[in-house]
């Protein structure tokens, strides 16, 4: 099982970045997908959850409004375009699949926002 996280990246305020989570090893169509952050030093943050369906989760209010979680269960990918990033620093981004039975995590990608 691989989840990999790409499209990370150093981005100025009120910018936007699109990052993707390429999924392997495991029937993809049938597992909820999240997407997390974590600065450092702080707790892990729930973003956007999309389940297998394509129905989404509401977003957490931090992101609301500016985040789109998707996916592709064609090409065993999700991704999170961001919009209007706001100057919180860097946080690391991780994808998070899951079922009923188990779930799986990918490394994350680095994601700056800062002018």
């Known amino acids: 099982v691989q989840l990999v996280e790409s499209g990370g990246d150093l981005v100025q305020p009120g910018g936007s970045l699109r990052l993707s989570c390429d999924c392997r090893?495991?029937?993809?169509?049938?597992?909820?997908v999240s997407w997390y952050r974590q600065a450092p030093g702080k707790e892990r943050e729930l973003v956007a959850t999309?389940?297998?369906?394509?129905?989404?989760?509401p977003y957490a209010d931090s992101v609301k409004g500016r985040f789109t979680i998707s996916r592709d269960n064609a090409k065993n990918m999700a991704y999170l375009q961001m919009n209007s990033l706001k100057p919180e620093g860097a946080n690391v981004y991780l994808c998070?699949?899951?079922?009923?039975?188990?779930?799986?995590w990918g490394r994350g990608a680095q994601v700056a926002v800062s002018s």
């Open positions: 999309i389940i297998s369906s394509g129905s989404r989760s």
């Open positions: 090893g495991f029937t993809f169509s049938r597992f909820g």
């Open positions: 998070n699949a899951r079922n009923s039975l188990c779930g799986y």
